[in-house]
Antibody, heavy 119, light 110 residues
Framework: EVQLVQSGAEMKKPGESLKISCKGSGFGFTGHWITWVRQMPGKGLEWMGIIYPGDSDTRYSPSFQGQVTISADKSTNTAYLLWSSLKPTDTAIYYC????????????WGQGTLVTVSS | QSVLTQPPSASGTPGQRVTISCSGSGSNIGSNTVHWYQQLPRTAPKVLMYSTNQRPSGVPDRFSGSKSGTSASLAISGLQSEDEAAYYCATWDDSVNGWVFGGGTKLSVL
């Protein structure tokens, strides 16, 4: 069974760093693309970027370039989303999702990670 | 403001047919296939329709998709209470070189 299991909810202060994870199982992790999607409270879906764990080819949305870092560890079948300095506006649910190509639809999604940034 | 434009809300009564539109431009819908995602309350999105009009296994044939020019539509016939959810269209955008989503349409079943 294909699964993407994300790390648990986080509560952080502005300026802190954070890395959340997305662990894949039941499929060839290095042969698929992993996308990160943001959903701010009560809002819609926003594409943040995508990574191919096989060679770490990474592409970012212009809106998120320089704001976050996407990485992957193919030895543990895990993708990551990293912030070096969180802002209150980073408060959102973050989803990872799988596709067979960078242009392919997102066929399996993680359960989401709620990140709350507040002083 | 989303690159793809969807109506923020739609509604219908059980058994009715409803259509949700998604409007874009030549660099996105006009050049690429469209996918639709359904997000039930307090759950992760899931793919409902891919490559404009293909249903994943398990999605009933009450759901159908179409595209014309720079617009796409999702139709739901025989509306059921469990269809109450948010629906998002998405496609690749050649000018952004990335994915773009519609703002989402919240469907209410009255």
């Amino acid at each position: 069974e294909v699964q993407l299991v994300q790390s648990g909810a986080e509560m952080k202060k502005p300026g802190e760093s954070l890395k959340i994870s997305c662990k894949g199982s039941g499929f060839g992790f290095t042969g698929h693309w992993i996308t990160w999607v943001r959903q701010m409270p009560g809002k819609g879906l926003e594409w943040m970027g995508i990574i191919y764990p096989g060679d770490s080819d990474t592409r970012y949305s212009p809106s998120f370039q320089g704001q976050v870092t996407i990485s992957a560890d193919k030895s543990t079948n895990t993708a990551y989303l990293l912030w070096s300095s969180l802002k209150p506006t980073d408060t959102a649910i973050y989803y990872c999702a799988r596709s067979s190509s960078p242009y392919g639809f997102l066929d399996h999604w993680g359960q989401g990670t709620l990140v709350t940034v507040s002083s | 403001q989303s690159v793809l434009t969807q109506p923020p809300s739609a509604s219908g009564t059980p058994g009715q047919r409803v259509t949700i539109s998604c409007s874009g431009s030549g660099s996105n819908i006009g050049s690429n296939t469209v996918h639709w995602y359904q997000q039930l309350p307090r759950t992760a999105p899931k793919v409902l329709m891919y490559s404009t009009n293909q249903r994943p296994s398990g999605v009933p044939d009450r759901f159908s998709g179409s595209k014309s020019g720079t617009s796409a539509s999702l139709a739901i016939s025989g509306l059921q209470s469990e269809d109450e959810a948010a629906y998002y269209c998405a496609t690749w955008d050649d000018s952004v070189n990335g994915w773009v989503f519609g703002g989402g349409t919240k469907l209410s079943v009255l």
